[in-house]
């Protein structure tokens, strides 16, 4: 058995403790050809399944942070407020699918009678899917998982949160930066939280390793007010958001 809980089998090909579907697996190397070609197929499928399910939720707003913060800490009642504010502006409201943040976002627009996503992901310690989704895609890996969570949004809402909180908030900027995506907006909520994270990009801007013009969409602000006039400036009024065509049933779609 390898150091990392692999094992190989009869044939000397090392095999994952974790199973083939995840991403660790497909992280640690070259596998053999058939492997390799498994794995693509289902890469291929995951995508095709959540391309099919979001492609009719309409336009979206994806809120990001943090799992752990509890129902009756004042970050959740902010991302309650936060996901009713967006379904109110006519956003569907779309999350990782799990606990804290993420539910208190899809909570809110669900309290205003607004369209609540998740894109859930399956871990070793299942988490476990929001309550209040009207819609839910499960996921087993998160590149394909992340890759959902920018396509259909038109702006994205950055919660205080811990280390994916940070890589979802970077792979947005990066790939705004990098014109990759268009320039959408990013709002981050919560002066205290991010004071010193904004400030350290103005440093980069400082220092020249980013361009001034890459935080021209970035907000920093405690106010929902403040976030959705942004939003409706920067997100709505700029793409001029269509309607969205029916789903077809027979296709798997909606």
Do not use: W
């Not at 309409?58 to 942070?65: D, I, W």
């Not at 607004?114 to 590149?143: A, W």
Request: net charge neutral; proline share 5%.
């Amino acid at each position: 058995m390898a150091k990392d809980g692999s094992q190989s089998n009869s044939n000397g090909n090392v095999q994952s403790a974790t199973g083939n579907g995840s991403d660790r697996y497909f992280l640690e190397g070259p596998k053999s050809r058939s492997s390799e070609t498994m794995m693509l197929f289902r890469i291929v499928a995951e995508f095709l399944r959540g391309f099919r399910h979001l492609h009719f939720i309409g336009p979206s707003v994806t809120v990001f942070g943090s799992a752990r913060f509890k129902e009756d800490h004042p970050y959740y009642q902010l991302a309650r407020e936060v996901g009713a504010a967006l379904a109110n502006q006519g956003f569907t409201v779309m999350t990782g699918g799990g606990p804290g943040i993420m539910e208190a976002a899809n909570r809110g627009a669900k309290d205003v009678g607004g369209y609540s996503v998740g894109c859930n992901i399956t871990l070793p310690h299942e988490q476990q899917p929001s309550p209040y989704l009207d819609k839910m895609v499960e996921f087993r890996y998160f590149f394909i998982r992340k890759v959902m969570l920018v396509k259909y949004s038109y702006a994205f809402i950055v919660m205080p949160g811990g280390v994916g909180t940070m890589d979802e908030l970077f792979e947005a900027l990066t790939l705004i930066q990098t014109r990759k995506i268009k320039d959408f907006p990013i709002v981050l909520m919560g002066k205290e939280y991010y004071y010193e994270l904004y400030d350290f990009l103005e440093e980069m801007v400082r220092q020249k390793t980013i361009s001034p013009e890459d935080l021209d969409l970035l907000m920093l602000t405690d106010s929902v007010e403040e976030a959705m006039a942004h939003i409706e400036k920067h997100a709505v009024q700029k793409f001029q958001l269509k309607r969205v065509p029916k789903p077809i049933r027979v296709l798997g779609e909606g």
